[in-house]
């Protein structure tokens, strides 16, 4: 699977820390416009041929703070 999108489809709750175990070869996670919290999952290392990850108009929590220190 290439790319998945699922933007504006009223989806709730957290996103999965497994995601990238199991989607080894994604180019794009469109999950824009829903109902997410939470944190974004770290250590997307897995997803190597991830180019976009669309994550605005949430309620998500960015923790590139703790692993790119300014």
């Known amino acids: 699977m290439q790319l998945i999108s699922l933007t504006n489809n009223n989806l709730t709750g ?3 820390i ?3 175990d199991h989607l080894p070869n994604l180019e794009g996670l469109h999950l824009s416009i829903n ?3 939470g ?3 770290p250590n997307q290392e897995k997803c ?3 180019q976009v ?3 605005s108009f949430n ?3 960015e923790l590139f703070q703790e692993r790119y220190p300014t």
């Open 14 to 16: 957290k996103l999965p």
């Open 18 to 20: 497994t995601i990238r």
């Open 35 to 37: 109902s997410l919290d």
């Open 39 to 41: 944190v974004i999952p």
């Open 48 to 50: 190597r041929k991830l």
């Open 53 to 55: 990850l669309a994550l």
């Open 59 to 61: 309620e998500l929590l």
